[in-house]
């Protein structure tokens, strides 16, 4: 006999997942560079000046000072360049980036295991990607 879940179990099962996904040297690294970033006083000086520099932007620009927002694009651009040259920056969007990856690989295996699930337990041919219903009417419409 066929054991069901509910929605409330899954999302309880998702949670440790999400336990787990979190104790990732992935997520780990990401958490200790984040951490470097926050305390590093030239990094924060950077973002504020960086802040400052994007609401003055917006500002121009609502009052149409097309000149005044070139200048403080460029200045803002300049500060954005020197905080991804800084070494740990780098590190930190490395880490983004696989922390994502790690994240986009378990959201494929779910998905894609769901849909084997359905076909294996409705009589289909999983290579064919064809449920049992659509095996027992002649195929798949797609090809």
Same mark, same amino acid.
């Given at each position: 006999?066929?054991?069901?879940? /509910? ?10 997942? =999400?336990k ?10 990401f958490?200790? =560079? ?14 504020? /000046?960086?802040?400052s ?20 694009e =460029?200045?803002?651009?300049?500060i954005?360049?020197?905080?991804d ?9 490395? /880490?983004q ?13 779910v998905s ?16 064919k990607?064809?449920?049992?219903a ?6 798949s /419409?797609?090809s």
């Amino acid at each position: 006999m066929e054991q069901h879940y /509910s929605k409330k179990e899954i999302i309880a099962k998702a949670k440790d997942l =999400a336990k787990m996904i979190t104790a990732t040297e992935e997520v780990d690294f990401f958490k200790r =560079a984040e951490a470097q970033i926050q305390e590093n006083q030239k990094i924060r000086e950077k973002i504020a /000046s960086l802040k400052s520099l994007q609401k003055q932007a917006v500002n121009f620009q609502h009052y149409g000072k097309h000149e005044a927002l070139k200048m403080i694009e =460029a200045k803002i651009e300049k500060i954005e360049t020197e905080i991804d040259e800084i070494p740990i920056v780098q590190e930190f969007k490395q /880490s983004q980036i696989e922390v994502n990856e790690l994240l986009q690989i378990v959201a494929n295996t779910v998905s894609n295991s769901v849909t084997d699930e359905i076909i294996r337990q409705t009589g289909g041919d999983i290579l064919k990607g064809e449920t049992g219903a659509q095996v027992r009417k002649g195929g798949s /419409s797609c090809s």
